[in-house]
Antibody, heavy 120, light 107 residues
C-alpha cells in the first residue's frame, strides 16, 4: 500500500520560499497511471489544490498560484517537491501531498499533512 | 474557475440515520466529481470518484449520484465513525476546486 510523507520547515519568514518534499513508499512516482499533487488547507478553512507533476516532469498548476509555484519530481529518490516563493501570512496552511489516479483524477492516497506557518 | 457549493454546511444526525449531502457546480462538469471524508486533524480520504464509483475499501453504505451540475453523497445508515467533514471536488477543469465542506455532527 502506497504511503506518502511530507517533510520540510514548519516556519517560513515572509517573502521567503516555502520548500516541502513528499517521499513516496510502497509505490513509484514513475508509474504512468498517477500524477503527484500538492493541496493545502488554511486553519479552519477548505481545501485548495496547488498543482501536480507527472513522472515525466510535466506539470499543471492552479492559475492563482502559478507565478509562485514550482512542483518537481525526483524519480531516483521516489520523491516530489513543492516550492512556493514570496510567501505571506496567507500561505499559512497545512500542506498535503497526494497521489492522483488518472481515472477522474481522484486523489486516492494522501500524506498526513504538515503545518507551515509564515511568520517573522 | 468552477465553483462547487455544498449544502448543508453542517448537519446533525443520529447513528442509524440516512443522510444526504448535496454539491452543486456552477457549470456542467459531467461526472467529474469526487467525494472525500476528513476527520479532525487528519488527511482527507477518498470515498467516491466519478460521482458514483465507490473507492476500494469504502463501506457500501456510502453512495454517490449525479451528473452535470448536481451531485449527492448519501450515507444509508450512519455509523459512529462517519461523523466527520465531507468535501466534494471537481476535476473537470483546471483549477481543480473543492466545496466548502459539510460537517456531520452527532445529534
Amino acid at each position: 500500500q502506497v504511503q506518502l510523507q511530507e517533510s520540510g520547515p514548519g516556519l517560513v519568514k515572509p517573502s521567503e520560499t516555502l520548500s516541502l518534499t513528499c517521499t513516496v513508499s510502497g509505490g513509484s512516482v514513475s508509474s504512468a497511471s498517477y500524477y503527484w499533487s500538492w493541496i493545502r488547507q488554511p486553519p479552519g478553512k477548505g481545501l485548495e489544490w496547488i498543482g501536480y507533476v507527472y513522472y515525466s516532469g510535466s506539470t499543471n498548476y492552479n492559475p492563482s498560484l502559478k507565478s509562485r509555484v514550482t512542483i518537481s519530481v525526483d524519480t531516483s529518490k521516489n520523491q516530489f517537491s513543492l516550492k512556493l516563493t514570496s510567501v505571506t501570512a496567507a500561505d499559512t496552511a497545512v500542506y498535503f501531498c497526494a497521489r492522483v489516479y488518472s481515472i477522474y483524477d481522484s486523489f486516492d492516497s494522501w500524506g498526513q499533512g504538515t503545518l507551515v506557518t509564515v511568520s517573522s | 474557475d468552477i465553483q462547487m457549493t455544498q449544502s448543508p454546511s453542517s448537519l446533525s444526525a443520529s447513528v442509524g440515520d440516512r443522510v444526504t449531502i448535496t454539491c452543486r457546480a456552477n457549470q456542467s462538469i459531467s461526472t467529474y466529481v469526487n467525494w472525500y471524508q476528513q476527520k479532525s486533524g487528519k488527511a482527507p480520504k477518498l470515498l467516491m470518484y466519478g460521482a458514483s464509483s465507490l473507492q476500494s475499501g469504502v463501506p457500501p453504505r456510502f453512495s454517490g449520484s449525479g451528473s452535470g451540475t448536481d451531485f449527492t453523497l448519501t450515507v444509508s445508515s450512519l455509523q459512529p465513525e462517519d461523523f466527520a467533514t465531507y468535501h466534494c471536488q471537481q476535476t473537470y477543469s483546471n483549477p481543480y476546486t473543492f466545496g466548502q465542506g459539510t460537517k456531520l455532527e452527532i445529534k
